[in-house]
């Protein structure tokens, strides 16, 4: 889309008053210039899964049953936790209480507030 407009814009300044074709690409510069700055920030940043993964071996200790839905860390073989993937929340809340921790996302909680997010966050105890 980008490049479209810059050429569109390029092909008025051939024909119009270059005034025109600096206004024109001030405007453009002064509304597109900031989501591709902001973008390019989002992309440089630490993925959150990294950092949460950093997290869990700093403070949850070795052999701990874990339980995790999509979009949370991986975990390797050699991490020694015992780590249950539930990719699809097939597992119902009241096995939660069979894990030490649940690893969860903030789109859990707004998706499945109504059921499992919001309610494994109350009876965890701030464990998550």
């Given at each position: 889309?980008?490049?479209?407009?810059?050429?569109?814009?390029?092909?008025?300044?051939m024909?119009?008053?270059?005034?025109?074709?600096?206004?024109?690409?001030?405007?453009?510069?002064?509304?597109?210039?900031?989501?591709?700055?902001?973008?390019?920030?989002?992309?440089?940043?630490?993925?959150?899964?990294?950092?949460?993964?950093?997290?869990?071996?700093?403070?949850?200790?070795?052999?701990?049953?874990?339980?995790?839905?999509?979009?949370?860390?991986?975990?390797?073989?050699?991490?020694?936790?015992?780590?249950?993937?539930?990719?699809?929340?097939?597992?119902?809340?009241?096995?939660?209480?069979?894990?030490?921790?649940?690893?969860?996302?903030?789109?859990?909680?707004?998706?499945?507030?109504?059921?499992?997010?919001?309610?494994?966050?109350?009876?965890?105890?701030?464990?998550v």
């Amino acid at each position: 889309m980008s490049v479209m407009t810059a050429k569109a814009l390029e092909n008025m300044s051939m024909r119009f008053n270059k005034h025109i074709f600096k206004i024109s690409a001030a405007v453009f510069l002064i509304t597109v210039l900031p989501r591709i700055i902001y973008t390019d920030y989002i992309l440089t940043r630490k993925d959150t899964r990294e950092i949460a993964y950093k997290w869990v071996k700093s403070n949850i200790p070795a052999k701990s049953k874990i339980l995790r839905f999509p979009y949370t860390p991986e975990f390797k073989p050699s991490d020694k936790y015992n780590v249950k993937i539930d990719w699809h929340y097939k597992i119902s809340s009241k096995k939660y209480s069979e894990y030490d921790y649940i690893i969860t996302t903030n789109a859990d909680v707004v998706e499945y507030s109504e059921n499992k997010g919001y309610k494994l966050i109350n009876k965890t105890s701030g464990r998550v």
